[in-house]
């Protein structure tokens, strides 16, 4: 009778321990990723598709391990987004694959405004500018005002569909872009002029 009583608790000791084990490496294979996916937004350098994949692979085992986490999604998506910059020809693929996991990302943390600017960034690379991007654009405007980083995928998103909003829209795309040149002027020239666009902010 003892040795059933102390059963219980001693395997639900195990699975702990096993789920700690398994969290713990799945932190360790993305502190790896995190810190390259750092380094190139600093640096504002893309990375090769190599590099990138090797990359993927570490947040995909991540996952595998952690399935729920979703801050791994995010940098899975944020990733893929990356390389459909760095391959314009299999652009569509790279965003395409980033929608689950950014969607699942948003599911389970509909709070970060990292996620809404990923998912924003993604829908206007494939063109799909509709209530699922309307709604990433107003959610990463309203949730990440002083995030630099969403205030550039804002800015990117919004000049680019900057005829298929209203006017209300606009104005929320000209604040970020507003509050963006004061830290990330470079970035937010550079994207206008690549989008030749007149008519916009």
């Not at 760095?86 to 950014?102: F, G, M, S, T």
């Not at 569909?161 to 004061?182: F, T």
Request: proline share 5%; net charge neutral.
């Amino acid at each position: 009778m003892v040795r059933k009583t102390l059963f219980v608790p001693i395997f639900i000791l195990l699975l702990a321990m096993l789920h700690a084990a398994r969290t713990g490496i799945a932190s360790l294979l993305v502190m790896q990723a995190r810190e390259v996916l750092d380094s190139w937004a600093l640096s504002r350098v893309r990375p090769d598709s190599d590099e990138a994949r090797k990359n993927l692979k570490l947040l995909e085992m991540a996952i595998s391990l952690d399935p729920e986490n979703p801050a791994y999604l995010e940098n899975v998506a944020r990733l893929q987004v990356a390389e459909a910059e760095i391959n314009q020809a299999r652009k569509d693929v790279y965003l395409k694959e980033a929608l689950p996991a950014i969607r699942k990302a948003i599911e389970l943390r509909p709070v970060s405004p990292y996620s809404w600017g990923i998912l924003l960034v993604a829908k206007s690379g494939l063109d799909e500018v509709d209530p699922e991007f309307y709604r990433a654009l107003s959610n990463a405007t309203f949730l990440g005002p002083w995030e630099q980083e969403v205030q550039v995928e804002v800015a990117r998103a919004g000049i680019e569909k900057w005829g298929k909003m209203d006017y209300q829209q606009k104005e929320a795309v000209r604040k970020d872009i507003s509050r963006a040149m004061k830290w990330r002027s470079e970035d937010i020239r550079g994207i206008v002029l690549s989008r030749q666009c007149g008519n916009c902010p």
